[in-house]
């Protein structure tokens, strides 16, 4: 009989029943874990039934699905969503400092816009720009009339069916090799108008050329008229130095024909009283 091996298996027996009993609570652990897991599941789903049973009663489902749809709407994928996210169009919108603090400054645009004086006040003012344009036979009654502005352009045949219509203005422009194309196209129009050699560019600096010489030209000016008064004192002084050469005879050179001055008798009407 081999005592050792006997004394070891007397040792460990009880670590052998301890490990089996330890297995055996963990499966009942294990085993009472998911019949809560299901008890819980159950819950939830009469639960959920619950809920919608009791929207339902109170007639609140179109409510409900509202609301879902809101939800889904503001998921961070959703259009919504994204602009309610940080640093989104809103938020840029909100801050500090931001495009709604710009408008609604003192002294901003909406104060210029509502100030007593201001644009909006002008407009609603009686007399106004709106009474203007609101007014009988004003702008709106113009346009609006059988055979107003508005009327010819929508009526057959006008010019909103010649725009649209086949092969029309909008389809010419618009069309593939039309003159959107080309003047958009690589080498095109725009392309050669605004090119660093181009002629816009060219114009413009024929624009700052001229600016530059306008001060020069401003400067000539006191000169320019100074010579013109001494072109017209020259003429006033050699007009009668040539009369006076004209009349020294020459040899060789006829006198001039003295023109008789002919007599030109007035006639005069006296009234004779009857």
Do not use: C, W
């Not at 609140?60 to 940080?86: I, K, S």
């Not at 080309?182 to 002629?199: F, H, K, M, S």
């Not at 007599?263 to 009283?273: G, K, N």
Request: aromatic fraction near 0%; avoid cysteine; hydrophobic fraction near 45%.
């Amino acid at each position: 009989m081999n005592y050792g091996k006997a004394l070891t298996d007397l040792a460990i027996a009880p670590v052998k029943v301890g490990l089996a009993v330890a297995d055996a609570g963990l499966s009942m652990a294990n085993g009472a874990l998911g019949l809560a897991q299901k008890t819980i599941g159950e819950a939830n789903t009469a639960t959920r039934n619950g809920s919608a049973s009791f929207a339902h009663m109170l007639g609140l489902d179109e409510a409900v699905e509202r609301a879902n749809r809101l939800a889904r709407l503001m998921d961070d994928d959703a259009p919504l969503g994204r602009a309610l996210a940080p640093n989104g169009p809103l938020d840029r919108l909100l801050r500090p400092g931001g495009l709604v603090d710009q408008l609604t400054t003192e002294g901003g645009l909406l104060d210029r816009l509502t100030a007593e004086n201001g644009a909006v006040a002008r407009a609603v003012a009686p007399g106004g720009l709106v009474d203007q344009v609101m007014a009988e036979g004003g702008l709106v009654d113009r346009m609006t009339t059988d055979d107003g502005a508005l009327s010819r352009v929508i009526a057959p045949g006008g010019l909103a069916d010649q725009l649209l219509a086949n092969d029309g203005l909008v389809e010419r422009v618009l069309r593939e090799d039309g003159v959107a194309d080309r003047l958009l196209a690589e080498d095109g129009l725009l392309d050669t108008l605004t090119d660093p050699d181009g002629p816009l560019l060219k114009l413009a600096d024929v624009a700052d050329t001229l600016n530059r010489l306008a001060p020069g030209l401003e400067a000539l000016a006191p000169t320019i008229d100074a010579l013109h008064d001494a072109v017209v004192t020259l003429s006033q002084v050699v007009n009668p130095l040539s009369n006076i050469a004209d009349r020294i005879p020459l040899p060789g050179r006829r006198p001039r024909a003295r023109t008789s001055s002919r007599t030109v008798t007035s006639q005069r009407v006296i009234d004779v009283e009857e």
